[in-house]
């Protein structure tokens, strides 16, 4: 347990009693207007379906798509089933708030998010340059929302219904709800719910919470009394009465010894005589007894209970004052956040905002239950309509062409079998957002939705692009132990290795892949989700299954690096276990008949990465092959474990120290430098050899500089430019205008891929090249 101070306080372990189900509530009056076709974005909609105003409002940074890979379709369809009438606002105006007034008041309450990404991540490379498009808008249209979405949307709802509660969500609010490092202003800002000025705050798979939240409404309850729902967070007063009752553990500060209470002697006799008083030094007793441990109350002021119920137990992290100025704090309420997010034992943390009389606590409630296997097939199982809203199609009914959301394009045909990832991996916030709890779909649900794909979705060919989540295959994954895993504090099950308790079987999800292929009117089922394939290892069945059926032609894994210093920082296995997959995907594809291809990713500017390693990275893809296209380069989103590392420059998954204990992580900041490791992963590039020219030489390494097999960049440079275009270069703006790509030579390899062999064009090999002067003559 992290605590900075030597505190007495120990809280009980048990695990958190099964909340309500969400099929459990009693349904709202409005139940009686049934499910909408669309959930209505207009009056006129809303008068069709017979209704004269909205329960619920949804306000989202996203065009609607009525999909269950969409945030506002799910929150609203599970809404919907509770018998409430919920309304969407889809990429409002926000220079105004009359666009927030179309469909009225709401009864109850504004839900704002910004979308299924943060707003800054949607507008803005890790390069902090501005991208020109956007996936979830109809034609890819960037400017549709604005920074920081959720701050102005609560500010315009707000206008539009003063007294009308507004309740924040989605990944944006989740990943900033307590103070945290903003990489786009370079500063840490307070956390969201201050400076939205929303009621309430929802973080993580938000069904269980918003339905709990929505039936308290509806009860005439305040949303001010609404403090003790898992997965929220609210602001209170310091000396608000309404939460008395509850033990503070203070972790306010590092290496600094706290309050000790006094121990109580284990050789204090008892005198059983009725009315004998206890006390240590008494008189012997006339007859022989035995030792007797009692427990009794301290008697110094300020004493506290020796134990402590866990669900009234808070944890009071640095307040933003404190945080804000001195990183070692920061990195301590980072290392305390992620330490509790573990839904059987986590507890509830307050953090202060402000000083004097406008002081306010932050309360941060324990994360939520994760859903169980029924609940989540009712969710997928609602009646969404699988197609983005009537409003955005052409004039030939379609979303096919200019009016096309790029990603309802990606997942159109995809299918999410299970949430949640328990890989801890420090650069990804999913843990943090669905937690590292595996929440599955059943068997029986998965075939239906593919059954209902097939059978009423436009353009459907029998091709399933995907069935996944966040990780391939970890379907049914879990902890051996119910009680293990509830009492379970490690960020990650499978670093440094697997944990001996998880079941690592992949049997039910082979199953499911047999299944589902066998329909009909299904061709292909393809595996388009990252995998992990230090869990597929544990199961040659699995990757053979996978090789021979669901491969289709290349896949995508992410070792991310090479060298264990870096992987060392993202929780990451070493690149050992990467060529066992390997070996095993090339077995399983000679024994199929096949030729398919790994693609391998791996991220430039990690915090903990040296050049050193970014250089052994780059001969490692010269030696195996690999011309890597899509680079990724370190983005340092809110909350992360690897952003803490990047702001404070100290190892967040170690203690936190001020002293020489604290171990320091070489952090990649600048433009030079960013650009220098990314060169490394793109060491073919012309238009980066005379950087890495220069850094080689740098770094002692010259040798490595020169026209031989083994040397990662040639001594000469083309006179023209490459005309290397990036494919991704239409995400983001140019820096300066960009010169026309000059027409591929004859003969050229053009591939998109990585790793792949050239292309068969029948073309006379390119002629031998004249030796430049100093060369080896004949």
Known sequence: MLLPTAVTVATTSAAPARPKALTAYRPFWAKRFGPAPFLPMSRQEMTALGWDSCDII???????????????????????????????????DWHSAEPFAALGRPNLFFGVAAGNMDSMINHYTADRKIRSDDAYTPGGVAGKRPDRATLVYTQRCREAFKDVPVVIGGIEASLRRIAHYDYWSDKVRRSILVDSKADLLVYGNAERA????????????????????????????????????????????????????????????????????????????????????????????????????????????????QVKSDPVLYAHASRVLHLETNP??????????????????????????PLSTPEMDHVFDLPYARAPHPSYADAQGSHDVATKIPAWEMIRFSVNIMRGCFGGCSFCSITEHEGRIIQSRSEDSVIREIE??????????????????????????????????????????????????LKTDHGPLIKMYRRARSLKGVKKILIGSGLRYDLAVQSPEYVKELVTHHVGGYLKIAPEH??????????????????RFKAMFEQANAEAGKQQFLIPYFIAAHPG?????????????????????????????????????????????????????????????????????????????????????????????????????????PTWQPREDSGYQSPRRSNSTPTKAAAPAAAPKKGRMLTQHTGLPPRETGARPAPRKPQRPGGPKR
């Open 210 to 321: 918003i339905v709990e939240i929505a039936h308290r409404l509806a009860q005439k309850k305040p949303i001010d009394s609404i403090t003790d729902v898992r997965g929220t967070a609210f602001l209170r007063k310091p000396d608000d009465p309404a939460l008395a009752g509850w033990f503070e553990i203070d972790s306010t500060e590092v290496d600094t010894p706290g309050h000790v209470d006094a121990l109580l002697s284990p050789y204090a006799e008892v005198d059983t005589t009725p009315g004998a008083a206890c006390a240590e030094g008494a008189a012997e007793p006339a007859a022989e007894q035995p030792v007797r441990l009692v427990r009794r109350a301290l008697e110094h002021q300020g004493a506290r209970a020796i134990t402590t119920p866990r669900d009234h137990t808070v944890i009071r992290i640095p307040a933003y004052e």
């Open 609 to 713: 990465t040296r050049d050193e390693d970014m250089m052994n990275l780059a001969l490692w893809l010269k030696r195996n092959g690999f011309r890597a296209d899509q680079v990724q380069t370190f983005y340092p989103s809110p909350m992360a474990t690897a952003t803490a590392m990047y702001h404070t420059g100290l190892n967040t998954l170690r203690g936190i120290h001020r002293d020489s204990r604290a171990e320091k992580v070489d952090i990649v900041k600048g433009d030079r430098r960013r650009r220098l490791h990314k060169a490394f992963l793109r060491y073919h590039d012309p238009a980066n050899w005379p950087l890495l020219r220069e850094a080689l030489k740098d770094m002692g390494r010259a040798d490595l500089i020169g026209n031989g097999k083994h040397q990662l960049v």
């Open 58 to 92: 949804i306000v989202s940074g996203d065009a609607y798509v009525d999909h269950p890979s969409f945030g506002m379709a799910v929150i609203g369809r599970t809404l919907e089933a509770q018998g409430f009438r919920v309304g969407i606002i889809a990429q409002p």
């Open 562 to 579: 090479t060298e264990n210093g870096p992987l060392s920082k993202m929780m990451k296995p070493g690149i050992g276990t990467y060529d």
């Open 452 to 501: 209902d794909m097939r059978d009423k979705v436009k353009g459907f060919t029998g091709v399933v692009s995907d069935l996944g989540g966040p990780t391939a295959n970890m379907y049914r994954l879990g902890c051996k132990s119910p009680e293990i895993e509830a009492a379970c504090r490690k960020p990650s099950c499978v670093y440094p290795g697997i944990c001996p308790n």
């Open 344 to 369: 059987g034992n986590a507890r509830a943390l307050v953090q202060r905002h402000g000083d004097g009389h406008i002081a306010r606590d932050l309360w941060v409630n324990p994360p939520p239950i």
